[in-house]
């Protein structure tokens, strides 16, 4: 692949990024990695009775002790509530609570539809690729070796 295809992408993940940072201010103490949170809680609670630490982790991909903590952060916010298991007191699961239900409603729930409502000369072939590649690239960079890399323009640096 060319050098220039590469460069156009890594310049549109910036793009990608500041996508993100236009979204609508959160309240004081949140951030967009809470909102995914939510809307993860929202998403499991609609198919099954209850939500655990490790049903979100799974769902977003990322490790339970990482989860673990913005659910921490997002129970001080009174956001969410742990609620501890009626037969098994080591387990405990996690709702919304009423606040948390807004956030969804607004954060997730009015502005990804309004989003949707903008985005409609964009077609869902174009949206579906977009996401694919993007989630390709990632899988294919975690599969690297960076210290390879680092060695090699370091020898080549060496040689020169």
């Not at 098994?88 to 607004?106: C, M, N, P, Q």
Request: some cysteine.
């Amino acid at each position: 692949m060319e050098i220039s295809y590469v460069k156009d992408f890594l310049s549109a993940c910036q793009d990608a990024k500041r996508i993100t940072e236009l979204m609508p201010s959160l309240p004081k103490g949140m951030s967009p990695r809470h909102i995914y949170v939510i809307d993860a809680v929202f998403q499991l609670s609609q198919c099954q009775e209850k939500v655990m630490v490790s049903d979100v982790s799974k769902l977003l991909g990322v490790t339970r002790p990482s989860i673990t903590k913005v659910i921490q952060e997002l129970e001080k916010l009174k956001v969410l509530t742990k609620i501890p298991d009626q037969e098994d007191k080591r387990i405990v699961h996690i709702a919304l609570t009423s606040l948390g239900k807004e956030y969804y409603d607004f954060y997730v729930g009015e502005y990804h539809s309004w989003l949707a409502e903008n985005f409609r000369d964009i077609s869902p072939e174009d949206f579906s690729v977009t996401v694919s590649t993007i989630h390709r690239v990632l899988e294919i960079m975690k599969g690297l070796d960076i210290t390879a890399y680092k060695e090699k323009r370091k020898e080549k640096e060496e040689n020169e």
